[in-house]
């Protein structure tokens, strides 16, 4: 089985620190696979993957397949992302499982479209005992059982300042933000109806497209800090 296959790295160790890095070929493996890093144990900043696809079974990211006990902090992605299980537009599957939990996820972006089989999401298929704070998702998600805009299932998790804006499709569990809640707590995000009519969530605040393009839709969002907004012109982006 080909796994841990990474545009810049395969495994990314936890010393291991991923910066200023970009990716522009297509990524192709089984399991762990990601655009920026197979699976990531360290840390990925300002990193940004523009290849044509990334494709595997399962843990397959945008940025990484996998992310243990780690950090991604101001990835973008751009690659079209394919998978079976645990499919993502920024990670596959994401776990903290410390106490308290730290954020793993912050401040990044989803641009291509994502499909998987089950654990589908814009931003992460999987979320577990981890945190995941100030992201978006605009790429379309389709999957099969559980399929969320920004996260397919999410366990004792805390998600805080997200949005999708993109169409979702799915058979089971399907919400336009998060397929499924386990335990966990939703904050301050957000989905486009008119995309994707689905609640999938308490916790989670459906917009038209009007509303979206409103900075005073985005409750709890750092406007002129973390985020900026062209009132009715642009959807919320970060700094």
Known sequence: MLTGIGGIAG???GDGIITDSQNYG?????KSVGGIAGANRGEIFNS?????FVQGLTNVGGIAG???????????NFSNVEGENYTGGVTGVSEENTSPLKISISESVNIGAVSGGRYTGGISGY??????????????VSGEYWT???FGLIIGSEVSRTYSSAEVMGSLQTGGLLGINNTSQVTDSFFNEALAPLAGSTGITPLSNDEMAKLESFTGFDFGG???????ESYPFLQ
């Open 148 to 150: 969320g805009g920004g």
């Open 26 to 30: 297509s990524i192709l493996g089984e």
């Open 48 to 52: 940004i993957n523009f290849g044509e």
């Open 66 to 76: 996998q992310n243990f006990e780690a950090t991604i902090f101001r990835a973008l």
């Open 11 to 13: 495994l990314n160790l």
């Open 226 to 232: 973390t985020w900026e907004i062209i009132p009715d």
């Open 127 to 140: 979320l577990d005992y981890d945190r995941a704070a100030d992201s978006y998702n605009v790429g379309p």
